[in-house]
């Protein structure tokens, strides 16, 4: 994996958030265990 690039701020991910317009979005990545983490205590 490369260390750094230029690329749209569409495709770049930061400490798990992605900016997209105005919004700052968690990544697929970084989301998965936080609701794994949710349904599970939901139990």
Known sequence: MAKSKV???SE??????TIKG???R???KA???QVR???HASD
């Not at 770049?12 to 958030?17: D, E, R, S, V």
């Open 12 to 17: 770049c991910a930061f400490l798990g958030f």
């Open 26 to 28: 968690w990544t697929d």
């Open 7 to 9: 690329a749209p701020m």
């Open 37 to 39: 983490h949710f349904l």
């Open 31 to 33: 989301l998965a265990p």
């Open 22 to 24: 105005k919004k700052i």
